[in-house]
Each structure stands twice: as structure tokens, then as C-alpha cells.
Nanobody, 121 residues
Framework: QVQLVESGGGLVQPGGSLRLSCAASGRIFRVDAMGWFRQAPGKQRELVAG???????NDVDSVKGRFTITRDNTKNMVYLQMNSLKPKNTSVYYC???????????????WGQGTQVTISS
């Protein structure tokens, strides 16, 4: 089994910064793409940013220039640096990962439990 654990959420004022971390552990042979999603109350979960095992990234237009996704393949971790935060960025943030638990088997997608990010003065 594989577990993803997020950390780094909290309450910050508008214009502030937070760095989210997500660690994957368990039966892991290889991790392919990793990503960060968010879900605000009453809304669908949406992609914030994704990163391949090779380091190629993509993110939604609303966070370009403010959020940066990175990963450490040696530790099976993914990070989301969030700067210039706005109240509308308030959400529960989830990480996910495409994990191969064994060689020559397809990946499964795993999700973390989510971490609350609240932007408020």
C-alpha cells in the first residue's frame, strides 16, 4: 500500500506565502507524475499544478508566476511554493501521485488526505 501525507497548510494573510509538502511512502517502485489539486467548499476538485518525473511542469493560469511545483525524486516528495496568496486561494489542497508498486505493472493514483489553506486578514 502507498500513503501520501501533506503538510504545510495554515492561515496566512493576503500577500503571504506558504510551502506545502507531500511525502509518498510504502510499497513504491517508481513514481511517475505528481500533482497538487484543490477543492473549495461546494466546488469540484481542480488541478493546481503537476510535475512529471523528469521535472516538466504545468499549472493553471490563475497561479502562474505565483505558485511553483517541485519534487525530490530521491525522497518521493513533491512541494508547492505559494506566493502572493489571495483569499480566493483558500481551499483544501491535495497532492496526488501515480505510483508503480512493482516493476512492469501499471501505476495507481493515490491521494493525500488534504491540508487546509486559508487566506484571510
Amino acid at each position: 500500500q502507498v500513503q501520501l501525507v501533506e503538510s504545510g497548510g495554515g492561515l496566512v494573510q493576503p500577500g503571504g506565502s506558504l510551502r506545502l509538502s507531500c511525502a509518498a511512502s510504502g510499497r513504491i517502485f517508481r513514481v511517475d507524475a505528481m500533482g497538487w489539486f484543490r477543492q473549495a467548499p461546494g466546488k469540484q476538485r481542480e488541478l493546481v499544478a503537476g510535475i512529471t518525473s523528469g521535472g516538466s511542469t504545468n499549472d493553471v493560469d490563475s497561479v502562474k508566476g505565483r505558485f511553483t511545483i517541485t519534487r525530490d525524486n530521491t525522497k518521493n516528495m513533491v512541494y508547492l511554493q505559494m506566493n502572493s496568496l489571495k483569499p480566493k486561494n483558500t481551499s483544501v489542497y491535495y497532492c496526488n501521485a501515480e505510483v508503480h508498486s512493482y516493476a512492469y505493472t501499471p501505476f495507481r493514483t493515490y491521494w493525500g488526505q488534504g491540508t487546509q489553506v486559508t487566506i484571510s486578514s
